[in-house]
């Protein structure tokens, strides 16, 4: 058995299998960029790994957004999303690497995040991070 410290990555447990690389997400230009409109896609079968038990966690990761010159594709994404399936990470840490990960790369007017987890031990978690261009 691999040993892990809480808050690292522990190792993968399917040898031989890459997940995607985070650095591949795609974008393509916004078709209206005058005009604000607002963005939500939905990751219901998202995946990682909890870093204390190594147990699988399972939920719903929600993206909106309001584009400025760039949109996320939706491909890309999906791979994105598949890349955490072995990363053992905490809720707060993940739903804050995406929302970073993505506004760093197409630089949202506003974005916010929220990962919504299944139940484990009767408890249920939500975390939501959020971005706006006009706070900086």
Not at 57 to 65: A, L, Q, S, V
């Amino acid at each position: 058995m691999v040993g892990t410290i809480i808050g690292e990555s522990i190792a993968h447990f399917c040898v031989g299998v890459q997940m995607s690389d985070k650095s591949k997400l795609e974008f393509f230009d916004n078709p209206r960029p005058g005009r604000d409109y607002t963005i939500t896609i939905q990751c219901p079968e998202f995946t990682c790994v909890c870093p204390k038990t190594s147990q699988p966690d399972f939920g719903c990761i929600t993206i909106e957004y309001i584009p400025a010159m760039l949109c996320i594709e939706l491909k890309s994404l999906k791979f994105y999303m598949q890349s955490y399936r072995n990363d053992g990470i905490f809720y707060e840490r993940l739903t804050n690497d995406i929302l970073d990960d993505l506004c760093g790369m197409c630089a949202p007017k506003w974005m916010r995040v929220t990962s919504s987890f299944t139940p484990r031990g009767g408890i249920t978690t939500d975390v939501t991070a959020e971005y706006s261009a006009t706070s900086e």
